[in-house]
């Protein structure tokens, strides 16, 4: 039996990898949230009543928390983190300080009480973390493999709160592996999305707008592009990297090879809705938004076989069916 602990797990990606491993075979899993972000909704709370499946309460921030999760997991997905565009602008010191403290906590935690031999820890990371190159020094290789510069590009942009903890957390795993000798692997998520995204997203924010009927209808950042990949595949690149001994030490991007306009996007939403706005407001992006973002995925190709499945129109399908049923509180 493997033992998994997944820290964040009543979020959006966490509560989607529980639920993909609670299906296999063989798998013991432990989540931890406080419900900062993270919802007790009633898929949350199906979950979790699976019989494969432990639920602990915890605040991460605390290193006296990690004492209630025990030892001896043979993966641990650190999850954790404080997501949002909004947040980063109205709390980014609350940004910092979640992102760094949990971050540290869990690597001491680790290495000090985890006590399993062969045991590994993964990070999710961020594209944020070198994105603001583009906005910097007006250019980034697209798509953009994982070797970039890593780039805060204005540190009095609360924008940048997310990306910088991010960076650091980088720093802190590739270091702290190779002073204490464990097995770890970074990951960079681009654009994740599917149901129980939240409310917050590009993607669910213009379902909702649709299913209100906003008119006229805002779209910011018209012609900004990004690789939005589903969330079933995205958990399914999770557990591939952290259970490939190949990946090892590596740091890997997870998204698609198809860049998508944001109004390309938002087109397909209406169509698949039924439903379109006599006018469209054209907004700008909020300050510090990079206007391309294409993740290189040749490399977790290479090291895992995965690639990115599920069509956009297919994943939106989905996403929308659900939040037709589950709208905005």
């Given amino acids: 039996m493997t033992k998994v602990l997944i820290t964040g797990g009543a979020g959006f990606i966490g509560y989607h990898l529980a639920k993909r491993l609670a ?8 989540l931890v949230d406080n419900f900062f972000r993270g919802k007790r909704d009633a898929d949350f709370t199906a979950l979790i009543a699976l019989t494969n499946i432990t639920f602990i309460e915890a605040d991460l921030t605390e290193p006296k928390s990690w004492k209630k999760l025990g030892g001896g997991y043979d993966h641990v997905y650190h999850l954790v983190g404080v997501n949002g565009t909004r947040l980063f602008y109205e709390i980014p010191h609350e940004v910092l300080r ?5 971050t540290v906590n869990a690597l001491d935690w680790f290495r000090i009480e985890n006590k399993k031999k062969g045991a590994k820890i993964l990070y999710t990371s961020s594209n944020e973390a070198y994105s603001s190159a583009l906005e910097a020094f007006g250019k980034l290789p697209l798509p953009t493999p994982e070797n970039v510069p890593l780039v805060i590009a204005d540190t009095y942009n609360p924008r940048w709160s997310y990306g910088g903890q991010k960076l650091i957390g980088e720093l802190f795993f590739i270091h702290y592996a190779k002073a204490y000798d464990f097995r770890m692997s970074i990951v960079r998520p681009h654009n994740f999305y599917g149901p129980r995204e939240g409310y917050e997203h590009v993607v669910p924010e213009t379902i909702v707008r649709v299913i209100n009927k906003v008119e006229p209808f805002p779209i910011f950042g018209a012609e900004d592009t990004r690789s939005f990949c589903y969330i ?5 690149a999770l557990q591939m990297v952290m259970e490939s001994k190949k990946t090892d030490g590596g740091t890997y991007h997870i998204g698609t090879k198809e860049e998508t306009v944001i109004k390309y996007l938002v087109e397909n939403i209406f169509d698949l809705m039924k439903w379109r706005p006599k006018k469209l407001d054209i907004k700008k992006s909020p300050k510090g ?5 294409l993740a290189d995925v040749s490399k977790i190709k290479k090291d895992t076989g995965w690639s990115a499945k599920t069509s956009l129109a297919k994943g939106l399908k989905k996403t929308i069916d659900w939040y037709l049923k589950n709208p905005k509180p």
Avoid: F, H, L, P
């Fill in 98 to 102: 979640i992102g760094v403290s949990t």
């Fill in 289 to 293: 938004s990079v206007k391309r973002r």
């Fill in 23 to 30: 299906r296999q075979k063989g798998y013991n899993i432990t």
């Fill in 232 to 236: 079933d595949d995205a958990v399914e």
